[in-house]
């Protein structure tokens, strides 16, 4: 495993170790869930748990599948605890999301949650949102007029283009991501409301406020940082 990879393993296993019997779990998306969706996975096997999860995306439910958790839907049930990973967290908690995405279907199952925990490398740790472009999920009609929005607001967008697969990256939802460039991001709350009020946008990839604890994993060791710790 080479570095990274055995942080995002640690980090996982840490909020593997969180879920409780009985719960409803949110499943994030990405390459550090990844842990944590077969951990769970291992822990629901070894200690016979009674546990359902709620994928973000349809690689957080195959990946539940493999791992052997039932999964189930927010039209049925409410969310205990969500995990999910980040593109970047700052000092206050604040999140950009979406390097994968699925920011839409994770926004709404993690604020859905009781309680919404991070897990991430140090990498991904910042000062100050905004090396990481904001991915906005734009209805395909919408290309140009909100690019020509995105531009008016000092943003710098440009489309994401699939890999293996020519022309745009398709959403899971059948739309475009406009992987967008701000020089500072000084107000990730403001820019969230902005940039999600404008027509034709599904959701942006900024979570501000919205995580309860976040999880980092170190090379020197596993830092948890809760949100009431820093008010
Ligand atoms: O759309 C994807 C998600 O927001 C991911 O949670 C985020 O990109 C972090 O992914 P990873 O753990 O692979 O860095």
């Known amino acids: 495993m080479v570095n990274m990879d055995i942080l995002k393993d640690?980090?996982?296993?840490?909020?593997?170790?969180?879920?409780?019997?009985?719960?409803?779990?949110?499943?994030g998306t990405g390459s550090t869930t990844h842990y944590f969706i077969r951990y769970?996975?291992?822990?629901?096997?070894?200690?016979e748990?009674?546990?359902?999860g709620i994928p973000t995306s349809y690689q957080s439910l195959i990946k539940?599948?493999?791992?052997?958790i039932n999964t189930t839907t927010l039209d049925e049930y409410d969310i205990d605890i969500a995990v999910d990973g980040a593109d970047?967290?700052?000092?206050?908690?604040?999140?950009?999301?979406?390097g994968g995405a699925a920011h839409t279907l994770e926004k709404l199952v993690d604020s859905s949650a009781k309680k919404f925990v991070v897990i991430v490398d140090e990498s991904k740790v910042?000062?100050?949102?905004?090396?990481?472009?904001?991915?906005?999920?734009?209805?395909?009609?919408?290309?140009?007029?909100?690019?020509?929005?995105?531009?008016?607001?000092?943003?710098?967008?440009?489309?994401?283009?699939?890999?293996?697969?020519?022309?745009?990256?398709?959403?899971?939802?059948?739309?475009f991501i406009l992987d967008t460039k701000f020089d500072k991001i000084r107000n990730p709350h403001k820019l969230e409301k902005e940039l999600n009020i404008i027509p034709g946008v599904l959701e942006n990839g900024i979570f501000a406020g919205l995580a309860d604890k976040v999880i980092i994993?170190?090379?020197?060791?596993?830092?948890?940082?809760?949100?009431?710790d820093i008010l």
């Open 10 to 27: 640690n980090v996982g296993k840490k909020a593997a170790d969180l879920i409780k019997d009985g719960q409803i779990v949110g499943l």
């Open 40 to 47: 769970l996975g291992e822990r629901i096997k070894n200690e």
């Open 49 to 52: 748990l009674n546990i359902l």
């Open 64 to 68: 539940a599948r493999e791992a052997g």
């Open 88 to 98: 970047e967290v700052n000092p206050t908690l604040d999140l950009i999301k979406g």
């Open 126 to 175: 910042v000062e100050e949102l905004g090396k990481f472009p904001v991915p906005l999920e734009i209805i395909p009609e919408a290309l140009r007029v909100v690019k020509d929005t995105l531009v008016d607001l000092g943003g710098k967008p440009e489309l994401r283009m699939g890999i293996q697969k020519d022309g745009p990256v398709i959403t899971d939802n059948g739309n």
């Open 217 to 228: 994993g170190k090379m020197s060791a596993i830092e948890e940082i809760d949100r009431e």
